[in-house]
């Protein structure tokens, strides 16, 4: 299944800014490299855009691409596979930059 995505915050610049939009696919599989939708294991009501950077014994391990960013894998540990929603197959839009 097919859905569109808004990137909130800064985490994944410069490959993604506040405000794109992205085509991703539900269920897909996921392997290294692919940027995801996650569900973040500390609030699982918050979806998280990251990279799987590696799989691990308990996941995946999520990176944000801007490595000032907080909140990915370095503060939770690897992402249950259950927890990673969808993989990013491209930006629709480029959010208008000043």
Known sequence: MLGVAV???????PTYYDGDRL????????RAGDVV???D???????????AARRESGGWWL?????YAPGDSRQ?????????IA??????RKAKRN
């Open 41 to 51: 294991p500390r609030l699982p009501e918050r979806i998280l855009v990251k990279r």
């Open 23 to 30: 085509l991703v696919r539900y269920g897909a599989r996921v």
């Open 63 to 67: 990176l944000a691409d801007n490595t």
């Open 76 to 84: 939770f540990g690897a992402v249950p596979d259950g927890l990673v």
């Open 37 to 39: 939708l996650a569900r």
């Open 7 to 13: 990137v909130k915050g800064p985490s994944m610049v």
């Open 87 to 92: 993989r990013v197959l491209l930006r629709l």
